[in-house]
């Protein structure tokens, strides 16, 4: 049951803020987020970048040279209303215009033109950022613009990420591993109550939220129990050794035409290594860890292991509930473990890491309740379509959220320790057809909560 909150700030900015922290902020986001695209696009040769490594992927020039195209439309057109540098290229780069199969034939950048338009924009828009007001306009409320600007390309550092690990060849990409599991992650329970009632949804106060977010809304659920850590790579492996993949009653019948149609039977990058599993990560192959949460499972893939296991996918008010509600105060967090910003004592994010942290990590990031790694690690499918809040509206543009709307698309959250921390929130929304394995998603179970036989 959903109701819409009294209307409010659209862009939930308030009456007052700080223009210069934010104008701060802007600089260190933007920075971050082209920090990582240099080292996605400069650990490989020119060939690695011009190549489509995946009919599923664009060629690493492409994402590279469309990043700079937005920030040029958005900032420096749509914001500052400066001459457009390079109005030629809008239609190579209109990610709606070309999918993603068909762009290796399109008159691309080459690698060096790339990064110099790139860096080009880039020190207009700070030029920009120095002399804007930062209110007035939707676009410009709390430096709006600036932070989706930030968030589309660490969303395509992301993407690219996907592409190096779709990419063959060695290793290009290093990163240290996550520490081992805290001392008590062996003995924590299976599953967690989350106490039924209503909590608020989505949000009107966070000024950087992207439009599917909003608005906040009321929304009653009932009790649920809740997979205290996602399900891990060992927990999978009895899913596969009980001949999971080819028993149809746990799949819905398009997965498991899926399955048997690509001969799939077991996650992404696994391989059959004797008596064991290896897979591919990164350009080197190891061991599948038991103990680090399943990665490359499709919707079809996570809905199956829950049937097969007696339990389902939370829906994605579940899982905003268990992640946001904070039963003491009634409130809704900003994460699981309160406002403060993300950080390294709290989640496996921002690409630190190149594979998700062992279950049960992270005891200062969880929620109320006690669920680990709700932000961060894998992303986690849920049972709900894609589809709007309650009075929403799109902002700026249809393409980004409203044009997906459906049931062709199944709702992720949480984020994976590929996406940054700019771009990854208790609200934040992401989707992807059931069918998709190369993105970095995994899963948690839940069951209803029944009363007790008297």
Not at 95 to 112: C, D, I, T, V
Not at 166 to 182: K, V
Not at 307 to 314: E, I, K, N, Q, T
Request: charged fraction near 25%; hydrophobic fraction near 35%.
């Amino acid at each position: 049951m959903t109701t819409s909150l009294p209307p409010s700030d659209p862009r939930g900015t308030g009456d007052v803020f700080d223009p210069e922290e934010t104008r701060r902020r802007a600089v260190r986001v933007l920075d971050g987020a082209r920090v990582r695209t240099h080292v996605l696009t400069t650990c490989v040769d020119e060939s690695d970048l011009i190549a489509q490594h995946s009919p599923l992927m664009s060629p690493l020039v492409w994402d590279l040279a469309h990043i700079a195209n937005q920030e040029e439309l958005w900032l420096l057109r749509a914001v500052g209303g400066r001459e457009a540098i390079r109005p030629d290229i809008d239609s190579i780069y209109d990610a709606f215009e070309h999918p993603r199969s068909e762009r290796p034939m399109l008159p691309l950048l080459s690698p060096g033109e790339a990064r110099g338009y790139a860096a080009e924009v880039r020190g207009r828009v700070f030029d920009l950022l120095e002399v804007t007001a930062l209110h007035g306009k939707p676009l410009l409320d709390a430096g709006f613009a600036f932070g989706m600007i930030a968030q589309h390309e660490q969303q395509h550092g992301e993407t690219m990420l996907i592409t190096h690990q779709l990419r063959s060849g060695p290793a290009a990409l290093t990163a240290p591993a996550p520490g081992p599991a805290p001392a008590d992650a062996a003995t924590l329970p299976a599953e967690v109550l989350i106490p039924g009632g209503p909590f608020v949804m989505g949000t009107d106060s966070e000024p950087w939220a992207l439009d599917n977010e909003r608005p906040a809304h009321r929304v009653d659920v009932p009790p649920f129990f809740l997979d205290t850590v996602p399900v891990t790579c060992g927990a999978y492996k009895r899913f596969i050794a009980d001949n999971g993949y080819h028993e149809p009653r746990w799949w819905a019948p398009a997965g498991y035409r899926m399955v048997r149609d690509q001969g799939i039977e077991a996650p992404m990058s696994w391989r059959r290594d004797g008596e064991g599993w290896s897979r591919r990560r990164f350009g080197t192959v190891e061991p599948v860890p038991d103990d680090e949460p399943v990665l490359h499972v499709s919707w079809y893939e996570a809905d199956a292991y829950a049937r097969w296991a007696g339990r389902r996918l939370p829906t994605e008010a579940e899982w905003e509930k268990a992640a946001r509600h904070d039963p003491d105060s009634g409130r809704s967090r900003r994460f699981p473990w309160g406002d403060a910003e993300p950080s390294a004592r709290l989640a496996n994010l921002g690409q630190r890491h190149l594979r998700p942290a062992p279950a049960g990590s992270y005891p200062e990031g969880a929620s109320p309740q006690g669920v680990r790694q709700l932000i961060g690690d894998v992303w986690e499918w849920t049972a709900s379509d894609f589809l709007p809040y309650p009075g929403f509206r799109a902002f700026p543009y249809r393409e980004y959220s409203e044009v997906f709307f459906g049931p062709e698309c199944k709702v992720l959250r949480g984020g994976a320790f590929s996406v940054a921390e700019v771009a990854c929130r208790g609200t934040f929304r992401n989707w992807d057809y059931p069918v998709r394995r190369q993105i970095f998603a995994g899963f948690r179970t839940a069951r209803d909560a029944r009363p007790a036989t008297p």
